[in-house]
């Protein structure tokens, strides 16, 4: 599987911006697909999921901020986020898996938000 993400950028806080991140390769094997985060300096933390049988899953700190959508037909998961805040800065990791395995990890696409 390989993930070909994309939507970073510079955006002021408030604000809203779009992630999206492609599957190609062996899509069938693709159960969950989701984001992760890197702060400058920290871990790379969850962010959100979205499995093939339509539940999604938030971290607290982006709860009711952040939407994740997936289209299946173009093999597409979206993170939708509002309401940015400084402390949302990272590199956006979108990942892919399936039961027990992670199957691939994107690129990562990097945002700021500027306060």
């Known amino acids: 599987v390989q993930l070909q993400a994309s939507g970073g950028g510079l955006v002021q806080a408030g604000g809203s911006l779009r992630l999206s991140c492609a599957a190609s390769?062996?899509?069938?094997?693709?159960?969950?697909m989701g984001w992760y985060r890197q702060a400058p300096g920290k871990q790379r933390t969850w962010v959100a999921t979205a499995t093939s049988d339509g539940r999604v899953d938030y971290a607290d700190s982006v709860q009711g901020r952040f939407t994740i959508s997936r289209d299946n037909a173009k093999n597409t998961v979206y993170l939708q986020m509002n309401s940015l805040k400084p402390e949302d800065t990272a590199v956006y990791y979108c990942?892919?898996?399936?039961?027990?395995?992670?199957?691939?990890w994107g690129q990562g696409t990097e945002f700021t938000v500027s306060s």
């Open positions: 990942y892919a898996a399936r039961p027990g395995a992670l199957l691939s």
């Open positions: 390769g062996t899509i069938f094997s693709i159960n969950a």
